[in-house]
C-alpha cells in the first residue's frame, strides 16, 4: 500500500512522523506532500531524517516555500522542490491520502 500525507499547516510534524513510520512498519510506502504552511517543516531535523528514510518520497510547494521565505540552504536534496503537480502525483499513486 501507499500512504499519502499531504501537510498544509505546521501543527502536526509530529503525527506525520509517526503515521509515516508506523506506515513504513508494515512495509508500506509513504509520500509526503508539504504545501502552504506545512512548508515550515521543512526545518525541522526529524522530519528531514524521516524524508531520508527508505520508502519515503517528500517534495514541496516551492512556489509555498519562497512566500514563507524557507531558506534554500535549509532543505535537504532527499526532499524535491516541486509544485502542485507534485501533489496531483501524489494523489494519483497513493491508495490512501490523510491531510494535516
Same mark, same amino acid.
Given at each position: 500500500? /501507499?500512504?499519502?500525507?499531504? %501537510?498544509?499547516?505546521?501543527?502536526?510534524?509530529?503525527? %506525520? @512522523?509517526?503515521?509515516?513510520?508506523?506506515?513504513?512498519?508494515?512495509?508500506h510506502k509513504v509520500i509526503i506532500f508539504l504545501?502552504?504552511? &506545512? *512548508?515550515? @517543516?521543512? &526545518?525541522?531535523?526529524?522530519? !528531514?531524517?524521516? !524524508?531520508?528514510?527508505?520508502? /519515503?518520497?517528500?517534495?514541496? !510547494?516551492?512556489?509555498?516555500?519562497?512566500?514563507?521565505? @524557507?531558506?534554500?540552504?535549509?532543505?535537504?536534496? *532527499?526532499?524535491?522542490? &516541486?509544485?502542485?503537480?507534485?501533489?496531483? %502525483?501524489?494523489?494519483?499513486?497513493?491508495?490512501? /491520502? @490523510?491531510?494535516?
Amino acid at each position: 500500500m /501507499v500512504l499519502g500525507i499531504l %501537510v498544509n499547516t505546521d501543527r502536526h510534524s509530529d503525527e %506525520v @512522523i509517526g503515521l509515516s513510520r508506523a506506515a513504513l512498519s508494515r512495509g508500506h510506502k509513504v509520500i509526503i506532500f508539504l504545501m502552504d504552511a &506545512g *512548508t515550515k @517543516i521543512l &526545518g525541522a531535523s526529524s522530519f !528531514c531524517d524521516l !524524508c531520508a528514510s527508505e520508502g /519515503v518520497t517528500a517534495s514541496f !510547494c516551492d512556489y509555498n516555500a519562497k512566500a514563507l521565505n @524557507i531558506p534554500a540552504d535549509q532543505i535537504p536534496r *532527499t526532499i524535491t522542490r &516541486g509544485s502542485q503537480y507534485d501533489n496531483a %502525483v501524489m494523489v494519483n499513486k497513493a491508495d490512501r /491520502v @490523510i491531510v494535516l
